[in-house]
């Protein structure tokens, strides 16, 4: 981290996890332990506990964020959510391009690209998710194919609209797989997106973007990870659904 050059986030993603009663139960336990954080606390949770993480949160440092939303502002798109819902209700900060998201739902770098401008256009700021897969990495695509997925996704940004940009390293092979990328290769994959983003904007703006960590980051390895300079915090799944882990991990992001 260098926190003199950009803000440490750390954002709990819970997936498709957890009924309102149990983030009810959850998010009560969590505000305690992380209420003295130095970094950016967020949680990102399911469309159905976002009315309830959104009270529950209101007067402390938690920010709320969605997983996902559409690219368009509203239509015959059934059972999809629009950045401006997102934003009309409060909600700060939406992931898009998760690795699931591309795997299991046909997300593009395409896609990728038009949500994140819809949600920039809404007032979000957005957790944009890059990563390579095992075959990738083991083809020796992964500066390849980082900067390419980086760059898609920021097409048509404005340097002023990056202010409000985190991007996400989070390997595929390392994404609730127990595996966990080593310090170092996280630190290079980071370094991978944050070169793609100084080829664009320029280094000194590179500089102050916050390139986050995914990958099965959790209580037991977050301070080596964090303790790079190229990691500006983490994308944290499982552990961000056990509160004293993900305490942990925020405490190791306030250093």
């Not at 997983?67 to 898009?96: D, Q, R, W």
């Amino acid at each position: 981290m260098n926190k003199e050059l950009r803000p440490c986030v750390i954002a709990g993603n819970w997936k498709m996890n957890k009924n309102r009663l149990e983030a009810k139960a959850l998010i009560e336990e969590m505000k305690p332990l992380v209420a003295d954080a130095s970094c950016e606390v967020v949680i990102c949770v399911p469309y159905t506990n976002l009315e309830t993480a959104l009270e529950l949160t209101k007067g402390t440092n938690i920010k709320v964020g969605a997983e996902n939303c559409h690219f368009k502002k509203s239509g015959a798109y059934t059972g999809e959510i629009s950045a401006e819902m997102l934003s009309e209700m409060g909600v700060e900060y939406v992931v898009i391009g998760h690795s699931e998201r591309r795997q299991y739902f046909g997300e593009t770098d395409q896609t990728v690209n038009l949500r994140t401008l819809a949600a920039l256009e809404a007032g979000l700021k957005v957790i944009v998710c890059v990563g390579e897969t095992l075959e990738q990495r083991e083809l020796g695509y992964t500066e390849t194919l980082l900067k390419f997925q980086t760059k898609m996704a920021l097409t048509n940004v404005t340097a002023d609209q990056l202010k409000n940009i985190v991007i996400a390293y989070e390997p595929v092979w390392a994404i609730g797989t127990g595996v966990t990328a080593t310090a170092d290769q996280a630190d290079e994959g980071n370094g991978y997106v944050r070169a793609a983003v100084a080829e664009v904007y320029g280094k000194a703006v590179a500089e102050t973007v916050t390139v986050q960590y995914g990958g099965s980051m959790n209580a037991g390895n977050c301070d080596e990870l964090l303790s790079k300079i190229n990691v500006d915090g983490g994308l944290i799944g499982g552990a961000s659904l056990k509160a004293p882990d993900f305490a942990t991990i925020v405490k190791a992001g306030s250093k």
